[in-house]
């Protein structure tokens, strides 16, 4: 088995059959916790701990979003302004014109594990650069 994430990469050997218990970090500085992709698909699971059988070599990766990233697009630029207001306003139409992107993995920019008006300093300053 390979494992990958946007953190580190490392390999690692377990035997045919093995049980496995992989544990992403749920945020790093500027990204929150996604899924686990096996071979470039979706493992069936949101939680950051992802437990499998190991029945052949696999490649393993924790997907993380751009905290902030309100459009999707991998960046956080001057677009993602009004959308994060949108989505802290006006949640379902965000949720209606946005349906693929969840606002609060990327709204919630102080991890307090709710999306509101306490994470809009911390969003300008993610969006500034600070």
């Known amino acids: 088995m390979t494992a990958a994430s946007s953190e580190t990469d490392f390999d690692a050997k377990f035997l045919d059959g093995e049980w496995i218990v992989a544990v992403a970090p749920l945020r790093t500085r500027d990204s929150a916790f996604v899924r686990w992709m ?21 490649l393993l990766v924790a997907e993380y979003a751009l905290l902030g990233d309100m459009n999707g697009d991998g960046r956080l630029d001057a677009s993602d302004v009004d959308l994060f207001v949108l989505a802290l306003g006006d949640p379902d139409r965000y949720q209606a014109e946005y349906p693929d992107m969840d606002r609060m993995r990327s709204g919630d920019v102080d991890g307090d594990g709710r ?16």
Request: hydrophobic share 35%.
């Open 115 to 130: 999306f509101d008006g306490r994470d809009i300093e911390q969003f300008v300053d993610l969006v500034l650069g600070g």
């Open 38 to 58: 096996i071979d470039g698909e979706p493992a069936g699971t949101e939680s950051n701990e992802l437990t499998f059988q190991i029945r052949r070599d696999v």
